[in-house]
C-alpha cells in the first residue's frame, strides 16, 4: 500500500459513506473505522525502517509546467503525525457510530468525519506545499460541515461561520506565504526546501514569507487574538470535538511551524514572534478555563492552552524545548481525546454539561469515572503517566530558555497550577461530588463509548511507565526531523532530586490548595474577568464583521451606482492612464514618415474619415452623427482592402452595415433630439475621448517602430502545417492557437442570437 493511493481509497470511503450508512446501520462506525485501523498498522510497520533513517516520496504529476505535483513525505515526523490521525480517528469513527444513533443524517455526519481525516492526513504526508495548502483548506471546509451539524441552531451556524472565516483568512495568507516561500528556491517539492534551509534565510523573501505562513499557522492552531474560534466550536457534536481538538485540525498549525522549522527557524524573528503568541496563548487559555462551568469549554480553553505552549516550545527552539513539544504533542492528543469522548458520554448520560450540575457519578458509572480520572491524572502531569514526563520537560526547556526564562517560567508555572487545578475539579467535583436531582438516571456508556478512551489512557499509562522503550521509538525521529541539529533525549521516568522536580511537586500542591479553596477563590476571579476581560472577543469578531458589511454596502452604493456611461469612462481613463505610463517607462519612437510612398486616393479617404468624425462630435441630428459614423466605418474598410486585409475588410462591412440598421431602426422611435449635457461633462468627455484616442495612436506607432528579433508570424508560417495540419495560416490561428478568443467571440454572438430571438419571440405574444 502506498500513501497516495490510502488517501485516495479514504477519501472514497469519504464520499460513499453518507449513502452506504443506511446498509450498515449501528455497524457503519465500525466498518468505516477498519481502512483508518489498517492505515494505522502500515504505518505502524514503517517505524523501524524510519528509526533506521530512511524517508519516503512519492509523487505524482498534476501541474507539471508549474512545478506542483502530489507530492508525499513520510518522515518521522510525518509518521507520527500518521499514527495520532489515523489512530484516534479510528475510535473516532467507532464512538460516532453509536454516539450519533439518535441524531439525523448520520451517514452524512460520518463522511464529513472522513472527510476530515483525510485532509489532515494529506497535510501530515504532503511533500509538495500546493498540495499541503488544497488539504489544508479541505480541513477549514470539513470542520465548516461539522461544527455546523446542528444547522437548525443559529449558535451552531455562527460558530462555524466564525471558524471558517478564520480559518480561510489563514488559508489565503499560508498561500501566499508558500508562494514567496518557493520563490528562491524555484520548486514547491519539500524534501528539496528542507535539503537547503539558508537559501530562504539569505532572501529578502524570508521576512514577508514567515509573516504569511505564521498568519496561517496561528489562525488555525487558534493563537492569541484568534484563539476565540475554537471554544465557539464546542457546539458541534462531541466526535468532532474529540477528533478536532486532540490530532487533526488544531495541531495542523503546529504541525506546520515544526516542519519549517529547519527552514524558517533560527532567526530572532521567528524566536521572538512564536514565544510571545506561545506565552500569551498559553496562560491566556488556561486563565479564561478557570471561570467555565461548561465541561467541553473548559476543556476547549485547556486545548487553546496547550496549543500555546507547543508554539512557544517550537520558538524556543533549545534541544530540551524541541523534545518536550513532541512529547507533550502526543500527551496532550492522548488525554485530550479521552477527555473529550468522556465529556460526551456524560452530556448523553445526564443531559448536561454544566459542571455545577455534575456530581457522585462514580456510583452511577465507576468505569467511565476511572478512565477519565487518569486522562485528568495525565493533563496534571502526576506520574506515572506519560503527561508527568511532558511536564517534566517543558520546565526544563523553560529553566534552559534562552532569552526572557524568568518570565516563561513563571507563566508556565502558573499555567499548570492552574491545569492541576482543574483536573481536580473535574476529577472530584463529577465523580464523588455532592450529587444534584439528575433528569434521568446515569448509567455506564456502552462499550464503543468508552473503547477509545481506555486504550487512550491505557497508551498513556504505557507510554509514561516505559518511556525508553515504548515512547522513545515513537518520538525520536520526529525530533530529529524538524530539528536536525538535536538529538532526542532518552526519556526516564526518573531524573532525580533537582529542581525540575521541585518545581513539579510545588505545581501539585499549589493546585490542591487552589482547588481547596475555590469557593472562596472563583469569584474573585470572575470578578476580574468581568471587569478586565468582559469584552468577548467572538462578540469583537461579529461586530468587524457586521461593520465591514456596512462599509461594503455603502461603498458599492458609491460605486456600483447604475450610471453605464461614468463605469465606462472609468474603465478607459484607467486603462488610458496604465498604458500612458507603460509608453512613457518604453523607448523613444523612431517616425520615418515618407509621404510620397502614400497614395493619393488613401490620402482622400483619411481627409474624409476625419471630416466624418469632425461631423458625428458636432452634429445635433442623429441620423446624421450616424452616416458619419458609417463613413467612418467604410473608410476603414477601403483601407484595409488597399494593405490586402480582405478578411478584415468583409467583417467591417458586415458590422457597418448591420450598425447602421439597428441603429437607425433604434433611432426612428426615439424622441427629438435634445441636448441635456452640461459644456463642463462635453469638456470632460472630450479630454477623455482624447486621452484614449492619443494613447492608441501612440501605441500603434511605439508598435509599428519595435523591432523584433523573430516575428511570430514566421512562427506560425512553420507551425500551422506541422502542428495544426493546416495550411491557411489565418484559419489555423484562429481555430488552433487562438481556440479559446474564437470560443469567447461565438460564445457572445451565441448569446446575442439567444436574445434576439427571447425577444422576438416575446413580441409576438
Do not use: C
Not at 175 to 180: A, D, K, P, T
Not at 393 to 414: C, K, N, T
Not at 530 to 550: A, K, P
Not at 701 to 713: F, K
Amino acid at each position: 500500500m502506498t500513501t497516495g493511493l490510502f488517501l485516495l481509497v479514504l477519501l472514497l470511503i469519504a464520499v460513499i459513506a453518507p449513502f452506504t450508512r443506511k446498509y450498515l446501520k449501528n455497524q457503519a462506525g465500525w466498518t468505516y473505522a477498519i481502512w483508518p485501523f489498517a492505515g494505522f498498522i502500515y504505518y505502524l510497520s514503517l517505524l523501524p525502517a524510519i528509526n533506521q533513517g530512511a524517508v519516503l516520496t512519492e509523487s505524482f504529476e498534476w501541474i507539471p509546467a508549474l512545478g506542483i505535483n502530489f507530492s508525499f513525505y513520510v518522515d518521522g515526523f510525518s509518521m507520527l503525525f500518521s499514527l495520532l490521525v489515523l489512530g484516534i480517528g479510528t475510535f473516532i469513527l467507532v464512538y460516532a457510530g453509536y454516539y450519533m444513533r439518535p441524531y439525523p443524517m448520520k451517514g452524512r455526519f460520518l463522511g464529513y468525519l472522513l472527510l476530515f481525516m483525510t485532509a489532515m492526513q494529506g497535510i501530515v504526508v504532503s511533500g509538495n506545499l500546493i498540495t499541503m495548502f488544497v488539504f489544508w483548506e479541505l480541513t477549514s471546509i470539513s470542520s465548516y460541515l461539522l461544527i455546523g451539524y446542528y444547522h437548525e441552531k443559529p449558535e451552531a451556524r455562527a460558530s462555524a461561520l466564525q471558524a471558517l472565516l478564520i480559518t480561510g483568512f489563514g488559508g489565503l495568507a499560508l498561500l501566499g506565504g508558500f508562494v514567496l516561500l518557493a520563490i528562491p528556491y524555484g520548486s514547491y517539492e519539500l524534501s528539496y526546501i528542507l535539503a537547503s534551509p539558508d537559501i530562504i534565510k539569505n532572501s529578502n523573501l524570508y521576512l514577508p514569507a514567515f509573516i504569511l505562513i505564521a498568519i496561517g499557522a496561528f489562525t488555525k492552531s487558534a493563537q492569541f487574538p484568534f484563539h476565540f474560534w475554537l471554544p465557539g466550536a464546542m457546539t458541534a457534536p462531541s466526535p468532532v470535538s474529540a477528533f478536532l481538538h486532540s490530532a487533526t485540525m488544531v495541531k495542523a498549525g503546529v504541525f506546520l511551524l515544526a516542519r519549517l522549522n529547519p527552514v524558517l527557524g533560527g532567526t530572532e524573528i521567528w524566536s521572538y514572534t512564536l514565544t510571545i503568541f506561545g506565552v500569551t496563548t498559553m496562560f491566556v487559555g488556561a486563565w479564561i478555563s478557570v471561570t467555565q462551568t461548561d465541561l467541553k469549554k473548559i476543556l476547549a480553553y485547556t486545548t487553546v492552552s496547550a496549543l500555546g505552549t507547543l508554539v512557544l516550545l517550537i520558538g524556543t527552539g533549545t534541544e530540551y524545548a524541541i523534545n518536550a513539544a513532541i512529547i507533550f504533542l502526543l500527551v496532550h492528543a492522548l488525554y485530550k481525546g479521552t477527555l473529550f469522548m468522556m465529556a460526551g458520554n456524560i452530556e448523553k448520560k445526564t443531559g448536561t454539561r454544566d459542571i455545577r450540575e455534575l456530581g457522585g457519578l462514580f456510583k452511577y458509572m465507576p468505569f467511565a469515572a476511572i478512565v477519565m480520572s487518569m486522562a485528568l491524572v495525565s493533563m496534571a502531569g502526576v506520574p506515572p503517566m506519560l503527561g508527568f514526563l511532558g511536564k517534566e520537560l517543558i520546565y526544563e526547556a523553560s529553566v534552559a530558555a534562552p532569552r526572557a526564562y524568568w518570565f516563561i517560567l513563571s507563566l508556565g508555572f502558573m499555567t499548570n497550577v492552574i491545569l492541576v487545578f482543574l483536573s481536580l475539579r473535574l476529577a472530584i467535583d463529577i465523580f464523588w461530588g455532592k450529587e444534584p436531582a439528575y433528569a434521568k438516571k446515569p448509567a455506564e456508556p456502552a462499550l464503543p463509548l468508552v473503547l477509545g478512551p481506555f486504550f487512550l489512557v491505557l497508551a498513556s499509562f504505557v507510554l509514561g511507565l516505559f518511556p525508553h522503550a515504548m515512547a522513545n521509538p515513537l518520538t525520536s525521529k520526529a525530533i530529529t526531523a524538524i530539528s536536525p541539529m538535536h538529538d532526542a533525549i532518552v526519556l526516564k521516568l526518573w531524573h532525580g532530586f533537582n529542581l525540575v522536580l521541585a518545581l513539579s511537586a510545588l505545581t501539585l500542591l499549589s493546585g490542591y490548595l487552589i482547588f481547596r479553596s475555590r469557593h472562596t477563590l472563583l469569584p474573585s476571579i470572575d470578578n476580574v474577568n468581568i471587569r478586565y476581560f468582559r469584552r468577548e472577543f467572538t462578540r469583537v469578531f461579529f461586530n468587524l464583521l457586521d461593520g465591514f458589511l456596512v462599509f461594503t454596502k455603502l461603498t458599492t452604493k458609491t460605486l456600483q451606482h447604475g450610471y453605464h456611461r461614468f463605469y465606462l469612462m472609468t474603465l478607459f481613463v484607467v486603462a488610458s492612464v496604465l498604458v500612458w505610463v507603460m509608453i512613457w517607462r518604453a523607448d523613444p519612437i523612431m517616425l520615418e514618415l515618407n509621404f510620397s510612398d502614400m497614395p493619393l486616393n488613401l490620402v482622400a479617404v483619411v481627409a474624409l474619415i476625419i471630416a466624418a468624425t469632425f461631423s458625428a462630435v458636432v452634429s445635433n441630428s442623429r441620423v446624421v452623427a450616424l452616416i458619419s459614423m458609417g463613413v467612418i466605418g467604410f473608410g476603414i474598410t477601403i483601407i484595409f482592402i488597399a494593405y490586402s486585409g480582405v478578411d478584415l475588410a468583409i467583417t467591417m462591412i458586415m458590422v457597418e452595415t448591420l450598425l447602421v440598421i439597428l441603429a437607425m431602426t433604434v433611432v426612428y422611435h426615439l424622441p427629438k433630439y435634445q441636448n441635456f449635457s452640461s459644456t463642463g461633462a462635453r469638456m470632460r468627455d472630450t479630454l477623455v475621448a482624447t486621452l484614449v484616442g492619443a494613447f492608441f495612436m501612440v501605441l500603434v506607432l511605439q508598435a509599428g517602430t519595435s523591432s523584433l528579433e523573430m516575428p511570430i508570424s514566421e512562427y506560425f508560417k512553420e507551425a500551422s502545417y506541422s502542428l495544426a495540419y493546416g495550411r491557411n495560416i489565418v484559419n489555423v490561428i484562429l481555430v488552433d492557437f487562438r481556440a479559446l478568443d474564437t470560443l469567447g467571440e461565438i460564445t457572445v454572438i451565441s448569446i446575442a442570437a439567444l436574445g434576439i430571438y427571447s425577444m422576438i419571440k416575446l413580441s409576438k405574444k
